[in-house]
Nanobody, 123 residues
Framework: QVQLEESGGGQVQAGDSLRLSCAAN???????IGWFRQAPGKEREFVAA????????YYSDSVKGRFTISRDNDKSTVFLQMNSLKPEDTAVYYC?????????????????WGQGTQVTVAS
């Protein structure tokens, strides 16, 4: 079983940057890992996903060009660099593992999840 833990969230101003981390429990997960986010009253939505070697990435249209997903398998960690943050990026951000290749863009296709980290962007 894979255990994931997100960190790096916080409260920032619009235009600022944050880097989220997703640490797997000392294991290198051999599949895609994705980031999702969920704002109050909304469904959990896909943000980005990265392949095992980091060479293939996917992004939602809403974050493309502003967010970058990457991974360091030596550290069993996946990162989400978030630049030019907007108030609409405010949400709890989750990382999750995907058994599919290519990965899907809906949360039901992911199996192991972290507890989430809150990101709040003030205008």
């Amino acid at each position: 079983q894979v255990q994931l833990e997100e960190s790096g969230g916080g409260q920032v101003q619009a235009g600022d940057s944050l880097r989220l981390s997703c640490a797997a429990n000392g294991r290198t997960f051999s599949g895609y890992i994705g980031w999702f986010r969920q704002a109050p009253g909304k469904e959990r939505e896909f943000v980005a996903a990265v392949s095992r070697d980091g060479g293939i990435t996917y992004y939602s249209d809403s974050v493309k060009g502003r967010f970058t997903i990457s991974r360091d398998n030596d550290k069993s960690t996946v990162f989400l660099q978030m630049n030019s943050l907007k108030p609409e990026d405010t949400a709890v951000y989750y990382c999750a593992t995907s058994p599919y290749d290519p990965p899907r863009r809906y949360s039901g296709a992911y199996d192991y999840w972290g507890q989430g980290t809150q990101v709040t962007v003030a205008s």
